[in-house]
Each structure stands twice: as structure tokens, then as C-alpha cells.
């Protein structure tokens, strides 16, 4: 690999290093990786498991605030939503709500 060719490929790793941590909408997206193994690429679930995309952001948030709390019971989704702020739980919900 050339020098030039090197140069250009550091400068795209860090392009999308440095994008993430300022839009939000990008961190909904990388929250939202880790709920894809159960609930589908892009909240699509095609299994048991309910399909999450396109839920209305307010009611996504109440759910994991919910699920967080206790308030709401589940078998794996209290243990999941304890693991977010409820700055990340705004972000994942701004970001489901709008996959349809
Ligand atoms: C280990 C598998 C798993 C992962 C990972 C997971 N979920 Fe869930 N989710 C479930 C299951 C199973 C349910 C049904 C409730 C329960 O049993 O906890 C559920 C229910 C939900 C519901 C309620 C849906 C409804 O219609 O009532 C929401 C909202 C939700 N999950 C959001 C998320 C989000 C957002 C993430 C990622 C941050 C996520 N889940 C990650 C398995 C998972």
C-alpha cells in the first residue's frame, strides 16, 4: 500500500470515529445495534420476539423507563433498560420511531 493510500484510509477511520459522538441520531443508531440480535435489523423482528420499529418515540421511552423501573415486568428487557440514561433512551427512541 502506498503512503497516499494509507494516508486517505486513517483519515476515513477517523471521519467515522468522529461522527457518531456528535449527532444524535447517530448514537440512537449505535444504541440501537445491540437490540438487533433479538428484535431484528432494524427492529423488523420476523421471530416471537415483537417488532420494535416504528413505535412512537414517547411510547418507546415510557416502555424501557418502564422496564428500567421495574413498572413494567419482561424476562430480559428490565436487565437490558437498566443499562441506559435516560439521555440514551431518548436517543433510541427518536431512532425506532423513525423506522417504519
Ligand atoms: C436478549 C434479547 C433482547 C434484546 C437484546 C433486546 N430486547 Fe427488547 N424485548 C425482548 C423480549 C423477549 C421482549 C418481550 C418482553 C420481555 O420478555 O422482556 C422485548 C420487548 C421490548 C419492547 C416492548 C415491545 C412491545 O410491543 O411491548 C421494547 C420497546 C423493546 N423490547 C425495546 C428494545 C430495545 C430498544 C432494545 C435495545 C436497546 C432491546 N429491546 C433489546 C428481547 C430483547
Do not use: W
Not at 470515529?17 to 447517530?26: I, R, S, T
Not at 428484535?39 to 418507546?60: F, K, N, R, T
Not at 424476562?75 to 443499562?83: L, W
Amino acid at each position: 500500500m502506498t503512503a497516499g493510500k494509507r494516508g486517505a484510509l486513517l483519515g476515513l477511520v477517523l471521519t467515522s470515529l468522529a461522527l457518531p459522538a456528535g449527532a444524535e441520531g447517530a448514537r440512537g443508531d449505535m444504541l440501537a445495534g445491540s437490540c438487533a440480535a433479538c428484535h431484528g435489523p432494524e427492529g423488523q423482528s420476523p421471530g416471537a420476539i415483537p417488532a420494535i420499529a416504528g413505535i412512537a418515540a414517547e411510547d418507546m421511552a415510557r416502555l424501557l423507563s418502564e422496564y428500567r423501573s421495574g413498572a413494567l415486568e419482561g424476562t430480559v428487557m428490565n436487565r437490558i433498560a437498566r443499562g441506559f440514561t435516560d439521555d440514551e433512551i431518548a436517543a433510541i427512541a427518536a431512532y425506532f420511531a423513525a423506522l417504519r
